[in-house]
């Protein structure tokens, strides 16, 4: 018997003053049974930093067509395709030939350093590619903020990005990869 996925519901407010970008998002997710806290809030923190009305959550893990996130026009057009963690070169290159943005989320510390490496030159190869870095200490925090219900507060500034709860509040600064 297939394990089923955990719905999780999140009111996120967004004061993005970078794009001056303001609003709350009521957001339901669904955690699939491999996904990690720290993988979820990755994905609830691509959000907050390309939230946009048309901005939506995929299939994600279930399937390969698909990003984690995406902006889709109405003639199938994709403006924006949001990648986590460390894909491929084949991945990279399929969603830089769907789409007219994407987005690298890479996340787990040591094994992203490893991987930009291993990536060499591939990059640049990709006119519409962009890829951050997310710190590790910082992913593993507010993987602590995960949870069936959240309401989560983000504020972004000068690059810096603040996402906390009732709890906890986290302080972390992407690092932008490429293009540099």
Not at 5 to 25: F, P, Q, S, W
Not at 88 to 112: F, M, W
Not at 150 to 178: A, F, I, K, N, S
Request: charged share 25%; hydrophobic share 40%.
């Amino acid at each position: 018997m297939a394990l089923k996925a955990t719905v999780c519901k999140a009111r996120l407010n967004i004061a993005d003053m970078d794009r001056g970008y303001y609003h709350e998002h009521g957001l339901t997710l669904a955690q699939h049974p491999s996904e990690t806290d720290e993988r979820l809030m990755v994905r609830l923190l691509a959000f907050a930093l390309n939230a946009h009305g048309e901005l939506t959550f995929t299939k994600g893990l279930s399937t390969d067509d698909e990003p984690e996130l995406w902006r889709r026009g109405w003639a199938d057009e994709i403006p924006l395709w949001i990648e986590l963690g460390l894909p491929d070169e084949s991945r990279i290159r399929k969603a830089c030939n769907r789409a007219d943005q994407v987005r690298i989320y890479a996340y787990g510390g040591r094994p992203a350093a490893v991987w930009r490496r291993e990536m060499g030159n591939s990059f640049s190869r990709f006119s519409n590619l962009e890829v951050f870095e997310l710190p590790r200490d910082a992913t593993q925090a507010i993987a602590d903020m995960a949870g069936k219900s959240m309401t989560l507060q983000c504020t972004v500034q000068d690059g810096q990005v603040g996402l906390g709860d009732e709890r906890d509040h986290v302080l972390l600064e992407p690092t932008r990869l490429y293009p540099l």
